[in-house]
């Protein structure tokens, strides 16, 4: 992931009697804001990339904390997939909604 280029913005200020200006204010212009858009859509990208690992990290604790309370030592695995497109299901019960498969 990139820097991310913190601006500190001001605000322009003017002595409204005298007309003397006490602050420049940061000016406003496509490149900060641009340096915005990019900022927040790196950190987007990184996040839902760490909630997908998340996932797939709860699923596999899940899977080893219920095999070992029930005493299963072997033949545990993990397989994740996109999608259920290319796999047909012989054997065993796919929940739709907690996206799970039971064999």
């Known amino acids: 992931m990139l820097d991310y280029n913190r601006t500190v913005w ?3 200020i003017v002595d409204m ?3 003397e200006v006490i602050q420049e204010g940061t000016p ?7 340096n915005i858009e990019e900022g927040v ?3 987007t990208e990184a996040a839902n990339q760490h909630a997908t690992l998340i996932g797939d990290l709860r699923s596999e604790v ?4 219920n095999a070992s309370l029930n005493n299963l030592t072997s033949n545990v695995f993990l397989e994740n997939f996109a999608n259920l ?3 047909k299901l012989s054997t065993g019960i796919y929940d739709t909604a907690a996206k799970k498969i039971y064999v």
């Open 10 to 12: 001001q605000d322009h």
């Open 17 to 19: 009697s005298t007309g």
């Open 28 to 34: 406003i212009a496509a490149r900060p804001l641009n």
């Open 41 to 43: 859509a790196s950190v």
């Open 62 to 65: 899940e899977i080893l904390k």
């Open 85 to 87: 497109d290319s796999i």
